[in-house]
């Protein structure tokens, strides 16, 4: 089905301006508020998922939790409106994703521990409130201006069990893709395999088939193999993508690693 037309109202006021995306289960638009005279983003479930209670139900959590949530590098929730059509309303941020900023140009070392700093600052406040991300990847964060910000919360949800696969295959730690037991080091992870493609421009594990999980049988290159990077940048990427959960930094250890450079 066809994503719906410019000027549709889709929630008291917000009125659509351009499809932006459509993913399995949801639409995103470019929109636009009348109460605050302002553009902002629209998510709504697809025509075809309208009487889906499972993608409404994680849609409105998604938007209640972002509305709740406040940080500098979080996107922002203003709405969420449960009916007449299940929509969440966001800010809108005006950069690009950082995949498509890495795979583009050569990101300088600098740029990258400051995207490093403020990407694992919101993970440990996100952790703080009792949440975990769990799809932490370089196109779930957008360089809006001089600050690098998360979004997609969707599948995000307190430590414990998880389904095995539960997140983006390439950029899921190896205890998200066996299924069981996951803690603040799966976000971590998520954050080496950003860090690694400003660095790279490429990720740090690929393959032609999302059921082969090449994470399970191998380890990410060292950085420094592909490109020069100041040992402590280089050191705290390679010490994120480490197989066992234990061995990997928390937040508050890259973000001590990585000040000094941002710097």
């Known amino acids: 089905m066809r994503p719906l037309g410019p000027g549709r109202e889709v929630a008291p006021g917000v009125r659509v301006l351009a499809h932006l995306h459509r993913s399995n289960r949801l639409d995103v638009y470019d929109a636009w508020c009348e109460r605050r005279a302002a553009r902002v983003v629209l998510k709504t479930p697809r025509p075809d998922h309208l009487?889906?209670?499972?993608?409404?139900?994680?849609?409105?959590?998604?938007?209640?939790?972002?509305?709740?949530?406040?940080?500098?590098?979080?996107?922002?929730?203003?709405?969420?409106?449960?009916?007449?059509?299940?929509?969440?309303?966001?800010?809108?941020?005006?950069?690009?994703?950082?995949?498509?900023?890495?795979?583009?140009?050569?990101?300088?070392?600098?740029?990258?521990?400051?995207?490093?700093?403020?990407?694992?600052?919101?993970l440990r406040y996100l952790h703080a409130e009792g949440m975990l991300h769990l799809d932490v990847k370089p196109s779930n964060a957008i360089a809006d201006g001089a600050a690098a910000k998360l979004i997609d919360l969707s599948i995000a949800r307190p430590p414990g069990r998880v389904p095995a696969g539960r997140g983006t295959w390439c950029n899921m730690a190896p205890e998200q893709v066996r299924g069981g037991v996951v803690a603040p080091a799966a976000d971590v992870w998520g954050l080496g395999t950003v860090l690694f493609e400003m660095a790279t421009g490429e990720s740090p594990f690929t393959g032609d088939d999302e059921h082969e999980y090449p994470q399970l049988h191998r380890r990410a290159e060292p950085v420094?193999?592909?490109?020069?990077?100041?040992?402590?940048?280089?050191?705290?990427?390679?010490?994120?993508?480490?197989?066992?959960?234990?061995?990997?930094?928390?937040?508050?250890?890259?973000?001590?690693?990585?000040?000094?450079?941002?710097a």
């Open 51 to 122: 009487n889906d209670s499972r993608t409404i139900r994680a849609l409105l959590r998604e938007g209640r939790l972002l509305k709740r949530l406040s940080h500098p590098n979080l996107v922002r929730a203003y709405a969420v409106h449960p009916s007449p059509r299940p929509a969440v309303v966001l800010e809108t941020l005006g950069g690009e994703t950082l995949e498509h900023i890495a795979r583009r140009r050569r990101i300088a070392a600098g740029q990258i521990a400051v995207a490093g700093v403020q990407l694992a600052s919101a």
């Open 224 to 262: 420094r193999t592909l490109r020069r990077l100041p040992r402590p940048l280089a050191d705290a990427i390679d010490a994120s993508l480490e197989p066992a959960p234990g061995h990997r930094p928390t937040p508050d250890e890259l973000i001590d690693a990585l000040l000094p450079l941002a």
